[in-house]
């Protein structure tokens, strides 16, 4: 027996449903769950990925209690997304009005950029390889 890969991640978001907008029309993830959750109006929202191995939790938080601050040109999050051609995945999403504050780069590591989601969270990308 062993673990397997991440099934679920918590992104903390001000407003869930445009960050729900932002993965679904603009990333492409699926809706897997979206249902009533606690009495304040506050949804349990899951998306997955648009290659169908992991959900994101898409957690209200208001006030950014949890969102990690970070320097400029770093992620705010721990989640590294994974693209098979990161070059053309940039030019779809920037395409679709994703901000990316660092586009795709070079490193001794591979390939990386860092996009922007609506609710101000920072993501890594990399070309998986």
């Known amino acids: 027996m062993s673990i397997g890969g991440v099934g679920k991640v918590a992104i903390g978001v001000r407003d869930q449903q445009r960050a729900l907008s932002f993965w679904v029309d603009v990333v492409g993830c699926q809706v897997a769950i979206d249902a009533p959750y606690g009495e304040s109006g506050e949804r349990w929202l899951e998306v997955t990925t648009p290659d169908g191995q992991t959900r994101l939790v898409l957690s209200l ?38 901000r990316f504050p660092t586009p795709p780069q070079e490193h001794p590591w591979g390939w990386w950029s860092l996009f922007e989601d609506t609710e101000g969270n920072r993501f890594a990308l990399q070309q998986r390889g």
């Open 61 to 98: 938080d208001p006030d950014g209690e949890h969102t990690q601050d970070a320097p400029e040109g770093l992620p705010t999050s721990e989640v590294f997304f994974y693209a098979e051609d990161l070059r053309a995945t940039y030019e779809v999403l920037t395409a679709r009005g994703v």
